[in-house]
């Protein structure tokens, strides 16, 4: 069940939401996504009454999804986020991801860009602008991009890739 704040913020977004939103996956030929996330730290109190949600993550633009082909998390120093030349007004039209020497293995395996029908999704406020999750099971995909890597996709989306 959504708070209120929730629920208005939804409505208020929805008819801003785009029709198509993307995921990127180092899975490739697939014609579904199940969903699969179970992170309670991205929950809403509401949300973390309940230990089995699963859930499905999308973006606004492929830039964005780009930076998810691979498995990773902040605690192995990568990072990635908007390009801003003034810290309180973030630019969502430019990223970067940072990513240790040590984990740029994980960049070069094969991705797909997957485009999704918006139907099903939604902002939860708190998180990154323009990212959107479901909760349903199974999510058809409309079609499919595959890159050789997932720096290849992130450079054809214009993610600027930075190895430190």
Known sequence: MNTIL????????ESMKPKIL??????QNMKQLHSSYNLT???????KTSSNIKWTYAADTPK??????????DRMGIKFGSI????DKPDHKNYTLEIPKKHVHLIMKPCSMYTLDNSTFYI????FKGEYRSQQKI????????FKSCKKCMEYYKVKVKVI
Not at 6 to 13: A, V
Not at 41 to 47: D, H, K, R, S
Not at 65 to 71: D, E, I, K, L, R
């Open 124 to 127: 939860v406020p708190g998180n």
């Open 64 to 73: 964005m999804a780009s930076a998810f082909g691979f498995q990773w998390n």
């Open 6 to 13: 929730e629920t208005y913020l939804n409505k208020l977004t």
């Open 41 to 47: 730290n991205a929950l809403t109190p509401v949300e």
């Open 22 to 27: 993307y995921h990127c996956s180092s899975k």
């Open 139 to 146: 999510i058809n995909i409309l079609s499919e991009k595959k």
């Open 84 to 87: 801003s030349n003034s810290p």
